[in-house]
């Protein structure tokens, strides 16, 4: 066994020395990070990362395109000596860059207001308005509909089962009495929704930026001047902007019940650097209140698929459902703020309007 961990750290010796020779660094030590290796050199210590092929070509793209539109708040990518940005080895791509220590002398909140406003700064940099197809965007619309009012009608005629049985398992047990919070999240989905689509159907654009595609503080990085970056860009793509917001909220989200004050803070911190337009935040609170998690959870166990137990099943239904509750508070609390701005406007507009 210790001769094949030998051999594979033999191997990958062999391959990073022969990916570092593209840069000419005289390598004095490496230190194994998995992914990452970090490099000492006679020209500094760097982080050489290795990605699968097929993740490099729109990676390296999409941070050369924020490089020429001016955000200069990724950490460098280095080119070989002959002008490449990644090296192809054994099946691998690797890429250099330098080592950040990421040393963070703020509060955790204080870092996620920095990143949210460096997200803000890197989607007005790289925004672009694009053209659709009104016809698509209609497909899209009818077919996203008819699965969520499927989705409705599954959950109504689930809980009209359970509720004819004269002894329910623990699991159907706790789906009814997670019934109406799970319907009024469908049904806020499903009126947002709409209320997009009403306000879109005839517009020939949107908008769309670089997103990072895997937003978290573990991707944002600080240098010894206490400046931000952002790494890990492999999942980056051209989307709308709730690509990178949306993950981030869900994932800040699943955990157990509380009320994420801070995590609204943070969306509306980003929205000071790139508001963003009515329909774009009604289609974001559209996807952010769906509860497409617990509709899962049920519909397999009713399907009778997967093979947990009913203790898990009921476990992993709790969670969903604190899920649910934890996105519902933010999504109220979006809300809220939404509904004071449209009030402060409409009463801006009314002192404003000459007396009839």
């Known amino acids: 066994m210790r001769e094949n961990e030998n051999q594979q750290t033999n191997n990958w010796d062999r391959d990073t020395g022969e990916v570092l020779k593209e840069y000419a660094l005289y390598v004095q030590y490496i230190e194994d990070f998995g992914r990452v290796k970090k490099v000492?050199?006679?020209?500094?210590?760097?982080?050489?990362?290795?990605?699968?092929?097929?993740?490099?070509?729109?990676?390296?793209?999409?941070?050369?395109?924020?490089?020429?539109?001016?955000?200069?708040?990724?950490?460098?990518?280095?080119?070989?000596m002959d002008q490449r940005y990644a090296v192809l080895h054994n099946g691998r791509l690797y890429y250099l860059m330098p080592w950040l220590n990421n040393e963070r002398n703020g509060e955790r909140?204080?870092?996620?207001?920095?990143?949210?406003?460096?997200?803000?700064?890197?989607?007005?940099?790289?925004?672009?308005?694009?053209?659709?197809?009104?016809?698509?965007?209609?497909?899209?619309?009818?077919?996203?509909?008819?699965?969520?009012?499927?989705?409705?009608?599954?959950?109504?005629?689930?809980?009209?089962?359970?509720?004819?049985?004269?002894y329910m398992s623990p699991f159907e047990m706790t789906v009814c009495s997670f019934f109406t919070d799970i319907s009024q999240a469908l049904r806020y989905s499903i009126k947002k929704f709409e209320t997009w689509y009403e306000k879109t159907k005839e517009s020939e654009k949107i908008r769309t930026v670089v997103t990072h595609g895997k937003v978290s503080l573990k991707h944002f990085v600080?240098?010894?001047?206490?400046?931000?970056?952002?790494?890990?860009?492999?999942?980056?793509?051209?989307?709308?902007?709730?690509?990178?917001?949306?993950?981030?909220?869900?994932?800040?989200?699943?955990?157990?019940?509380?009320?994420?004050?801070?995590?609204?803070?943070?969306?509306?911190?980003?929205?000071?650097?790139?508001?963003?337009?009515?329909?774009?935040?009604?289609?974001?609170?559209?996807?952010?209140?769906?509860?497409?998690?617990?509709?899962?959870?049920?519909?397999?166990?009713?399907?009778?698929?997967?093979?947990?137990?009913?203790?898990?099943n009921v476990t992993q239904l709790q969670r969903q459902f604190w899920l649910l509750k934890n996105i519902e508070y933010m999504v109220m609390k979006i809300e809220e703020i939404e509904q004071k701005k449209k009030a402060a406007t409409e009463a801006v507009k009314e002192e404003q309007s000459p007396p009839s």
């Open 40 to 80: 000492y050199s006679d020209r500094g210590t760097f982080a050489l990362k290795s990605i699968l092929p097929h993740n490099g070509i729109d990676f390296i793209k999409n941070v050369q395109k924020l490089y020429h539109r001016g955000y200069n708040r990724i950490v460098p990518i280095y080119q070989t």
């Open 109 to 166: 909140d204080e870092s996620h207001k920095q990143m949210f406003r460096e997200l803000a700064r890197m989607h007005t940099l790289s925004v672009k308005e694009i053209e659709v197809d009104i016809e698509e965007r209609e497909s899209h619309y009818e077919r996203t509909l008819d699965s969520w009012n499927n989705e409705k009608d599954f959950m109504d005629e689930y809980i009209d089962s359970c509720e004819k049985k004269w």
């Open 222 to 312: 600080y240098d010894e001047r206490g400046y931000g970056y952002f790494i890990n860009f492999e999942n980056s793509n051209t989307a709308p902007p709730h690509f990178d917001l949306l993950p981030f909220l869900v994932k800040s989200a699943r955990t157990y019940p509380v009320q994420c004050d801070d995590c609204v803070d943070w969306l509306y911190n980003y929205l000071r650097y790139f508001p963003l337009k009515e329909e774009e935040l009604l289609l974001m609170q559209s996807y952010l209140a769906f509860p497409g998690s617990a509709l899962e959870i049920v519909k397999n166990y009713s399907d009778g698929r997967g093979h947990r137990t009913e203790l898990d």
